[in-house]
């Protein structure tokens, strides 16, 4: 499949790398939205009267490997929104092992901790394919379907993991998750679609001072981006604080 240009390259993502084979790698797995969802599962996990150790690290490679590889892969193979040059054939590959893995390590999960674990298993593939290959009409694909699988979710399945049962402290703490996320999916879906579907963008807003200030791809992306990068190290730190306190 042939590259983007490089001359009139446009990143489809603020933290997207320029086209290459092992850069596209990056580019795919997002990494401020892995590692921001992932912290979910570091509060989730954290809540517990006792976290063990094995059970956060499984879990966390767990939803790396449905999230962060097989959901962004799976993603990426319906119409290429990142423009990566992985052969589709290699995407498939990876939602396959991604969503094995994980299963795999859900199976371990449930011979570890019992039955409570199961919903949680069997719900995470599942969730994984209806939101990224819309599904069911799409009915996954809303914000209120990411803010559930992507926030909410990983928080109650950390915690299950560690107790074998639910709480209020992580069902309070997954309803923070899921308006976090939905407020995420507010900022980054304008900014998805200005910097991969806008074709021009043009305008101008005059203030009562008489001030007059035109509107550019670049000064509606800035407050987006900034907001979410800010919000993405906010949460990561505060996963970091909490990982920190607990299992020292």
Do not use: C, K
């Not at 990561?236 to 299992?247: D, E, T």
């Amino acid at each position: 499949m042939p590259g983007p240009d490089e001359a009139d390259w446009r990143p489809p993502a603020y933290y997207a790398a320029r086209p290459g084979r092992w850069r596209d790698w990056w580019t795919l797995l997002h990494p401020p939205y892995t590692a921001w969802h992932l912290s979910y599962v570091v509060i989730g996990a954290a809540l517990a009267p006792h976290v063990y150790t094995g059970r956060l690290i499984a879990t966390l490679l767990a939803f790396f490997l449905a999230v962060g590889l097989a959901a962004h892969a799976l993603d990426e193979l319906s119409g290429r929104p990142l423009r990566t040059r992985i052969p589709s054939a290699v995407l498939v590959a990876v939602v396959a092992a991604g969503l094995a893995g994980a299963l795999a390590l859900g199976v371990a999960g449930v011979i570890v901790v019992g039955w409570p674990l199961i919903p949680f298993m069997v719900a995470g593939p599942v969730l994984v394919i209806a939101y990224n290959a819309e599904l069911f009409g799409g009915v996954m694909h809303t914000d209120a379907g990411f803010a559930a699988a992507w926030g909410a979710f990983p928080v109650l399945t950390a915690y299950v993991a560690q107790t074998g049962s639910l709480a209020a402290a992580p069902v309070l703490a997954a309803g923070g998750a899921f308006f976090l996320s939905m407020a995420q999916r507010q900022l980054s879906t304008p900014a998805r679609d200005i910097r991969r579907r806008a074709v021009v963008v043009e305008g101008s807003i005059t203030f009562g001072d008489g001030r007059i200030v035109p509107v550019t791809a670049e000064g509606l992306l800035g407050p987006l981006e900034q907001a979410l990068r800010a919000a993405s190290w906010a949460i990561i730190l505060l996963a970091a604080a909490l990982a920190v306190a607990r299992l020292r």
